[in-house]
């Protein structure tokens, strides 16, 4: 009962957003050689989706997710990019509407007034794992990691998402660097390898990407060794930021 209320007063609340119009949000971390996807669950469910929002009256798109994403993630500086624009008809993919329904326990006719056919603008954000808060909305009792091969059937077309927002991801490696934050300030070259690694799919050859990544000249070698290993520690390597960042708006080539 106190769930309804809830959401009558999140309906009447709409009015001071954008109709038709939201955003979807796939956020990746890198953690124990995984890369992760945060997810939400519903209230009294069992069932998932991405994070999301909608639009204020006045307020700008990317100004939104990111609004969003520091509600979940409790970071408000995100490598944040939009990668595709959500429009299908029907957009109900694992279940149909009337099922989402039941699932999300909306009566039908309070459900039409929220899960309405919106247009979604999908981004997805690189984040650091260990700096995450994660942190549920207003309609979930749940935020946490799922690993990316090991997400179940989503809500609504939220695992076509994640397919094209790893998709993207992978294709930004050819041009643009990835790691500044997926991985801690410090790093190994083996760290940043099984991120490439992960992301890709696939192995790589150590020496060739070792000196195609320091010849990129976005790398800072340390006097510092990982320690704790069984072997020869190697080096840590952390970005330097300005290189970085001017790498992102060169779109110089990276491993392909």
Request: charged share 30%; hydrophobic share 35%.
């Amino acid at each position: 009962m106190e769930y309804q209320k809830e959401v009558m007063r999140f309906i009447d609340e709409l009015k001071d957003y954008l109709p038709h119009v939201s955003l979807d949000c796939t956020i990746f971390g890198f953690h124990d050689g995984q890369l992760k996807v945060l997810l939400l669950r519903w209230k009294g469910t069992e069932d998932w989706c991405l994070p999301g929002g909608r639009v204020l009256y006045g307020e700008n798109l990317d100004d939104a997710a990111h609004r969003s994403l520091q509600k979940r993630t409790g970071l408000s500086e995100i490598f944040l990019q939009q990668f595709h624009t959500f429009g299908d008809v029907e957009r109900y993919k694992n279940f149909t509407l009337q099922e989402t329904l039941t699932k999300l326990g909306l009566p039908i006719e309070v459900g039409k007034e929220i899960i309405t056919r919106d247009v979604s603008v999908g981004y997805y954000a690189l984040v650091e794992f260990a700096e995450v808060t994660p942190s549920p909305d207003f309609f979930t009792e749940e935020c946490r990691w799922w690993d990316i091969d090991q997400i179940p059937p989503l809500l609504f077309d939220h695992n076509d998402m994640i397919a094209l927002a790893l998709k993207t991801l992978r294709r930004q490696l050819s041009y643009q660097p990835v790691g500044y934050t997926l991985l801690p300030d410090k790093f190994t070259m083996p760290d940043l390898q099984q991120l490439y690694e992960t992301i890709l799919g696939q192995l790589l050859d150590r020496r060739n990407f070792q000196k195609r990544m320091l010849g990129y000249d976005i790398l800072e070698r340390l006097e510092e060794r990982k320690t704790g290993g069984a072997h020869k520690a190697p080096y840590l390597y952390r970005f330097d930021k300005e290189k970085y960042e001017k790498a992102l708006k060169d779109e110089i080539l990276f491993v392909g």
